[in-house]
């Protein structure tokens, strides 16, 4: 459980003519952790099996065709009769059927676009009593259309001081005033000037000026033309989308169990790839968990009768080995931290399971309330229900919140309560009046939390190093801090001997520290005692949120006793107030936690850094 599977390094070797059985063999066993081939002197790279092309263009079909229906690939029990026979046929006429629908779909969208480009200028004009048709180029008059900040009259009367011979049409928009000038073109150079100067900003109807030949009368009785054309549209629109909507549901069966089919051969005739290869044979070289080795050999020498070599032997010290994670089904969840963070090397210690110990425990101290566990609990229950693929996260929140539950019952607090009525709950130890204590608690929990991960870090180095670099690695800061513990406690006078023993006892272990890890070490002397410090946010987040219900319940009680309207504020306070408060204790509670794991725990022992063991042909999750 504290160490991953054993792993097998292996080689397997053959003849070309049974590349493809071995790769269907082990396809279907889903153990072999295959490590890519480099091309070298010996062997080239392998050539992907003839179907791969063929599977590769089918495959982008069906891809295409389950973007286009906005289908969902989830697992579903759809059966393929005939396998690739199957597919092409109705993968054919299924492309064939949403290309007539689409291309339908898309020239009808086109043309609703424009018309509701020209509806939105006709829009501008449709108050404006001037034929669609004088929108056209003239030799003796010009025009424009567009917003100025002039008001109608003074614009007016600017206009008469150039000429008399203009029509100004002038109407106010959202935008500002619009307005349409007809004028001789004799004064056009000046009019441009005088509308510079009103801040003119010029509109260019280009969809009314592509369809002047078509359209004819006022600017409102085309608009009503090409509303009623608009909506005939959208009906079109509306039946082309239910179509291919009705399409997508028909063969969404057919469609995912196509893409699941075609990735599995697709994944097996490019398996080659990753071999090593010459003209007559391939080497495949993986890794194989230690308990399935001797039956896929049995397998691989049944399926090629006996026409393959397979070598295999122990992982070396260098060697790179995949990390299959062993923890039992109540720690398994909590590998999701693992992936998260990163897998531990081969011959590390996996800390999944102290992971399952602790992170619930620090969880429960910080949000630590009877009624906030119970909603979180209840709250994560039914996401788990909602969303099943995240159901190992959910599993790790309901556990926390349980503990959170046991918590609130040892701090006797349920929502910020610590009386209901005039019945006091019982409590083992209250935080908002044992701060202190609460303070040396969390304090001895960081001390025997980092020195956890200290003596495993002892065990990592003792397995690869041997016992003396383990002893100067590990050991010398456990020495160090009995030395500062033995000279605070004699100068407290709390156990009677002589100060210079703490002070010895700080001396060897620096020394060790030293010899082990230079100057470097020196300088992270105080990182021990900065990391147990930081176990007080165990306290500090929770007094922060049993404060804040406390705050909010007397907010609230205070309304209570005022009565009249002022109850439902109080309601109102109490229910966001404890809302807001239980996700700011959950989010606080989840990061820290994660915190003290990943920095003050596993600094003192995690390199980490391995590769997850991904087995050929296994799906991943």
């Known amino acids: 459980m504290l160490r991953p599977h054993d792993m097998c390094s292996v080689i397997v070797t053959g ?15 889903q153990v072999l952790h295959i490590v890519d ?3 070298n002197d010996l062997a080239d790279i392998g050539t992907p099996l003839e179907s791969a092309n063929k599977l590769s263009e089918i495959l982008v079909k069906v891809r295409a065709l389950i973007s286009a229906l906005n289908i ?22 299924l492309n064939d059927e949403v290309n007539i629908y689409q291309d339908e779909l898309k020239k009808i969208q086109q043309i609703h676009a424009k018309n509701d480009s020209l509806i939105q200028e006709l829009n501008l004009l449709k108050e404006i009593d001037v034929p669609l048709e004088c929108f056209t180029a003239y030799k003796s008059l010009s025009y424009v259309k567009g917003y100025v900040k002039t008001e109608e009259n003074a614009l007016r009367g600017q206009l008469s001081k150039i000429t008399d011979r203009f029509m100004l049409f002038y109407k106010i928009e959202k935008k500002g ?3 349409v000038l007809f004028v001789d073109v004799k004064y056009k150079e000046q009019v441009n000037n005088l509308l510079q100067r009103s801040d003119f900003s010029p509109v260019n109807f280009a969809n009314l000026n592509d369809h002047l030949s078509d359209l004819k009368g006022s600017a409102s009785s085309n608009l009503r033309k090409l509303e009623e054309a608009n909506n005939n549209l959208k009906k079109k629109i509306d039946y082309n989308k239910k179509r291919l909507e009705l399409i997508g549901k028909e063969s969404q069966g057919f469609l995912t169990a196509a893409d699941s089919f075609l990735s599995e051969q697709l994944e097996k005739a490019e398996a080659p790839l990753k071999f090593a290869s010459t003209p007559s044979s391939f080497l495949i070289k993986g890794w194989v968990p230690t308990e399935e080795l001797h039956k896929s050999i049995e397998r691989l020498n049944k399926v090629t009768k006996n026409k393959v070599f397979v070598h295999f032997e122990p992982p070396k010290k260098q060697d790179k080995v995949p990390i299959k994670l062993d923890n039992a089904k109540i720690a398994k969840p909590f590998e999701f931290f693992i992936n998260l963070y990163s897998m531990p090397n081969y011959r ?7 992971i399952f110990l602790t992170f619930p425990i620090f969880f429960g101290i910080m949000l630590g309330d009877i009624g906030y566990g119970l909603v979180s609990l209840l709250s994560f229950w039914l996401l788990k229900k909602k969303l099943p693929k995240f159901g190992n996260f959910f599993n790790i929140l309901m556990l ?28 083992l130890l209250s935080r908002s009046h044992d701060m202190f204590t609460l303070m040396y608690i969390v304090l001895g929990i960081g001390v025997i939390h980092v020195n956890i991960g200290l003596i495993i870090g002892f065990i990592n180095i003792y397995n690869d190093h041997g016992l003396k670099m383990a002893i100067y690695e590990k050991a010398s800061w456990i020495i160090l801090e009995i030395g500062v513990a033995l000279l605070a406690l004699s100068f407290l006078n709390k156990i009677f001997i002589h100060p210079v023993i ?41 007094l922060s949120s049993v404060t804040l219900a406390v705050i909010i319940n007397e907010s609230a009680e205070q309304l209570f006793h005022n009565g009249g309207f002022l109850v439902l504020v109080g309601v109102l306070i109490i229910v966001l107030g404890h809302i807001l408060n239980i996700i700011l204790g959950l989010f606080g509670s989840f990061l820290h936690s994660l915190r003290l794991h990943y920095v003050e725990f596993f600094s003192k022992f995690f390199h980490g850094g391995a590769e997850k063991y991904e087995p050929f042909g296994l799906k991943e999750e």
């Open 15 to 29: 003849p070309k003519n049974v590349q493809e059985s071995v790769i269907k063999e082990l396809h279907n066993l």
């Open 37 to 39: 081939h480099s091309k």
């Open 72 to 93: 969902k690939t989830e697992d579903n029990e759809f059966e393929l009769k005939k396998g690739l026979t199957n597919i092409g046929s109705n993968l054919k006429r």
């Open 177 to 179: 005033p619009f307005i």
């Open 348 to 354: 590390e210690i996996d800390p999944t399971f102290f």
């Open 400 to 427: 926390a919140s349980f503990v959170s539950i046991l918590f609130g019952f040892l701090y006797g607090e349920i929502f910020g309560f610590e009386e209901i009525g005039h019945y006091h709950l019982w409590h």
């Open 502 to 542: 703490g002070a010895g006892f700080m001396a060897i272990a620096v020394i060790m520290i030293y010899k082990a890890e230079g100057v470097k070490g020196l300088m992270e002397l105080p990182s021990i005692f900065t990391n147990i410090l930081s176990y007080i946010r165990l306290m500090a987040i929770g």
